[in-house]
């Protein structure tokens, strides 16, 4: 009777230990076929963004709002609305987005139309770019960056003979661009504006559009880009902020210095999670854009290295899908995310460490922002679909051209 008993507790351990390994190994042959290093970098830059988000917003939170942990619970939330809808998209045939290309550019300029119509658009620090819901404002412009690449491609892998000719190549193209930058720059939001601009500019270039278009476009571009800065009063001082922070350390070159003070005061391994001073109250939107100021001060030069590094894996992986994939409409769905994310990451760095000027726009993954981290989160599923259907499975080693 003992040996019997002994005997089924080994079984029933063993069976313990083994429920967690099939588990594992029925995870693991779900995501045979995804590019799982692309996988694993987002997974962990939005955990680590969640945290970061904590450490950086609980003393104003709980001074705000009575709740140390408002924003925590709020990005968490966001966070796992996220991964589900990343879930969903990489399930997703990515060609289905090739048929709602033309539908989602027009939702898009409806939501931005919206945002401007008094009681539907919700107005913060002057400006109108949320749309006020339950619970939660939805920013139409992280929306329309999605849905201009999946125009793009979609019209570009249609036309691609036609790509070099400035009538049916390139000007079409402009005027859809110019249309969605007077939505934006009405609201007024320069920064995405650039965004849209940048990664039709850059995506073009990549399908073959003309050298010499894309150059003329730029240097027609440049003086009213100076114009609409120089005529803003907030933007001019930001401009000012830039060229000479010390010159106005307690006005406006108050954001930049504490930022700089927030990135000298971590030195090479940071002051610990957690126990940063610039974000009582010193660094303004320490949350938000200037996340990566906290991440500076509490993890010091060597934290930061390693985020730059895995945006630049995220960012390399997304460009190796879009090189391996032989359908123009994935290919080039593909090289639009990978732009847009690139472009959105390096300018918050830029921005953070006084490289650039201040602009209002988010690090992807890690800064507080519902409607950023969804659409960040979709694209990447959408990636992960598109690596899913390149020959011979995920992307692993294999050289693309």
Known sequence: MAALMILECQSNKGNHM????????TMLKKL???????????????????VMVYSASSVMAAKNFQDGAFFLKRQGTFALIGFTVAAIAMRIDY?????????????????LVLVLIPGIGGKIKGASRWIRLPGFNLQPSEFAKIALIMYLAYSIAKKQDKIKSLSAGFLPYMIVLMVLLL????????GAALTLAGVTILLLFTAGTRLVFIIGTMMVAAPFVWYLIYTSAYRWKRMKAFLNPELDPTGIGWQITQSKYAFGAGGLLGQGLGEGKQKLFYLPEAHTDFILSVVGEELGFVGVVVIIGMFFIVVQRAMRIAMATQEPFGRFLAMGIAILLAIEATVNMGVVTG????????????SYGGSSLLVSLFAVGVLLNISSRIKGGALMEKKAS
């Open 355 to 366: 490289m650039l000027p201040t602009k209002g726009l988010a690090l992807p993954f890690i």
């Open 95 to 111: 060609h289905v987005w090739q048929r709602l290309a033309v539908p989602l550019l027009l939702l898009s300029l409806v939501l």
């Open 183 to 190: 939505l934006l720059l009405k609201q007024p939001d320069l």
């Open 32 to 50: 045979e076929g995804y590019d799982l290093v692309l996988l694993l970098m987002v997974v962990a830059l939005t955990s680590f963004g969640v």
């Open 18 to 25: 083994g429920l967690p390994l099939r588990e594992t190994m």
